[in-house]
């Protein structure tokens, strides 16, 4: 046991005390809050001023695509309209095409869709049939320099769209002063609601948080198992190991080494989980003074099954990364032996959206029962939804006993591989170990 503690102590001070550590520890909420916000600011910007001519076939559409709206909210574009302002801005040229053959009346346009430079370029051509206001199979056609702008394209024809049905309504008899109030798109306002009837909001912060802390959970686990990986590589080809396992077993070894990178992780989260709460304390005295209860978004047992499915995740990948450098005797042999099974263990986060969005799924209760999965998969719908309290007892049972199992089968293969140079071994030669250890 004072051997195993004296690896656990030496692998935790030699990786705290580093620089980068230390740098890294108080930099990387930092850079994850860039990394989560800096793609979406950057899209914003750099998708820049588009450059749309409008072929209207009814010549009634001019208003709509050439007046601001009045009233602009989080959901409103430069042009108007509905859905979400994912473009920067549009520069509409209206055309009215009402006494035109849309055919012949779009070929100058299209021709200026083909320029590469010059002030008459157009990034998109928007025709709209003249028999939109009356013909219900009527489509409207988008010619656009790129075949994926369907950004721009759902902006348009959500703005025709509208002003289609109010002309329709006002056909019908309608006042034409009460069309847009009767058209106008209500607001959702997403509820959670637990089992005790307890009514929380949170719809699309509770969606970001629960990706922002599954990234949290997830990648100091793959790090630090790199980390282990690395360093008995490194140690098995400087022959420091044979030092090392004279004076003490191979388990105490792996274990010490293990446990000690673990505390490292803890240590590194618990600092960011500080910094997390001194300005969340800011932030909900902020909101509570505005009327903002914040508990709804993050609930204190949030951190509690952190901290468990953290160290069961961790345990669980980092005996995997300790296998692929026992077993290899350099760190490229490691990573690509370790490189498939990295994409099998990521598989829960790749299907992140859909567990998030339904937590209690055939496939997300699956993934949050099974070995290796479980954790991250589990920890995800404990935060958006209350999976049945067994459902959780039984995940962390099935983890503890999967982390068991992956103990003893590394501690077979390190026993040997630790002192095993040459080739990389076949999987009969590791069956072999298997028994011989």
């Known amino acids: 046991m004072n051997k195993m503690f004296a690896v656990f102590k030496r692998e935790y001070i030699q990786a705290v005390r580093k620089k980068m550590f230390i740098i890294m520890t108080f930099l990387m909420p930092f850079l994850m809050v860039l990394l989560f916000m800096l793609p979406s600011v950057m899209m914003s910007r750099g998708m820049g001023t588009k450059k749309v001519a409008v072929l209207d076939g009814t010549g009634q559409l001019r208003e709509p695509f050439t007046t601001a709206p009045q009233k602009k909210d989080a959901d409103d574009s430069e042009v108007g309209g509905r ?13 009215d095409a009402r006494d035109q053959k849309l055919d012949q009346a779009e070929k100058p346009y299209l021709d200026r869709l083909r320029q590469e430079k010059g002030a008459t370029k157009l990034d998109g051509v928007f025709l709209v049939p003249p028999d939109a206001m009356t013909a219900t199979d009527a489509k409207f056609r ?15 024809a959500s703005r025709a769209n509208h002003a289609v049905e109010q002309n329709r309504l006002v056909k019908h008899g309608i006042n034409p ?32 948080i629960g990706f ?9 686990s793959f790090v630090y198992g790199l980390e282990i990986m690395r360093g008995i ?25 293990i446990l000690g990178v673990a505390a490292v992780g803890l240590t590194q989260i618990s600092v960011w989980f500080i910094m997390a709460a001194l ?11 505005a009327g903002e209860n914040v508990m709804q978004l993050i609930r204190p047992m949030t951190f509690v099954y952190f901290a468990v499915f ?18 290899c005797n350099t760190e490229k042999e490691a990573q690509q032996l370790i490189g498939p099974f990295s994409i099998i263990m990521m598989l829960p986060w790749f299907l992140m959206v859909a567990i998030i969005t339904n937590p209690d799924s ?51 293969i390190f026993r040997v591989g630790i002192l095993s140079y040459g080739k990389r071994p076949t999987v009969p030669e590791l069956w072999r170990w298997l028994k011989v250890a």
């Open 362 to 412: 055939n496939l997300s209760v699956a993934f949050s029962l099974a070995p290796v999965w479980g954790p991250l998969t589990m920890y995800v719908r404990t935060l958006v939804a209350e999976p049945p309290l067994w459902h959780v007892a039984l995940s962390i049972l099935i983890s503890i006993a999967t982390i068991s199992f992956f103990f003893w089968i590394t501690a077979k």
């Open 279 to 289: 300005l969340g304390t800011f932030g909900a005295t902020t909101a509570a003074l």
């Open 212 to 220: 922002m802390l599954t990234g949290l959970l997830i990648i100091p």
């Open 310 to 327: 953290f160290l069961l995740a961790y345990l669980t990948y980092v005996c995997i990364y300790a296998i692929g450098g026992a077993i």
């Open 233 to 257: 590589v490194q140690e098995k080809t400087d022959r420091v190991v044979e030092v090392l396992v004279s004076s003490m077993s191979a388990s105490e070894l792996l274990i010490g080494k």
């Open 83 to 95: 859905g979400n302002d994912l473009t920067a801005k549009m520069d509409v040229e209206y055309v």
């Open 142 to 156: 988008y010619y656009s320099r790129s075949a994926t702008d369907f950004i721009t394209q759902e902006r348009l």
């Open 177 to 208: 002063a009460d069309v847009e109030q009767l058209t106008t798109d209500l607001k959702v306002d997403s509820v959670q609601l637990s089992k005790s009837g307890e009514q929380k909001k949170g719809g699309a912060a509770n969606f970001i």
